[in-house]
Nanobody, 125 residues
Framework: QVQLVESGGGLVQAGGSLRLSCAAS????????MGWFRRAPGKDREFVGA????????YYTDSVKGRFTISRDNAKNTVYLQMNSLKPEDTAVYYC??????????????????WGQGTQVTVSS
């Protein structure tokens, strides 16, 4: 089992920045990739981006490219989501997820095996 805990959410004005963290514990050696998803009120869960646990590959959805950056600290078993130039439409609960046996980065939620509890991000206009 892998446990994931997100932190760093909050309220920010449009144009501002936030950095989310996702700390992994448990059998982290079984994880090949980490993803970030979000769910806005009244909307389906949406893929944000993903990163391989080793190497440098990342993958982002078009709406966040150039504004969001995913990074990791393997020594801390932590993945980060740096969010810049935030917009009101970025308001959502953000979730991190872990993908076992990933050869490529996935954007579909069902590809991920473990999920955190989520952290709220609210961007005011």
């Amino acid at each position: 089992q892998v446990q994931l805990v997100e932190s760093g959410g909050g309220l920010v004005q449009a144009g501002g920045s936030l950095r989310l963290s996702c700390a992994a514990s448990g059998r982290t050696s079984s994880v090949d990739a980490m993803g970030w998803f979000r769910r806005a009120p009244g909307k389906d869960r949406e893929f944000v981006g993903a990163i391989m646990w080793s190497g440098s590959r990342t993958y982002y959805t078009d709406s966040v490219k150039g504004r969001f950056t995913i990074s990791r600290d393997n020594a801390k078993n932590t993945v980060y989501l740096q969010m810049n130039s935030l917009k009101p439409e970025d308001t959502a609960v953000y979730y991190c997820a872990a993908d076992r046996a990933a050869v490529v980065l996935h954007r579909r939620a069902y590809e991920y095996d473990y999920w955190g509890q989520g952290t709220q991000v609210t961007v005011s206009s």
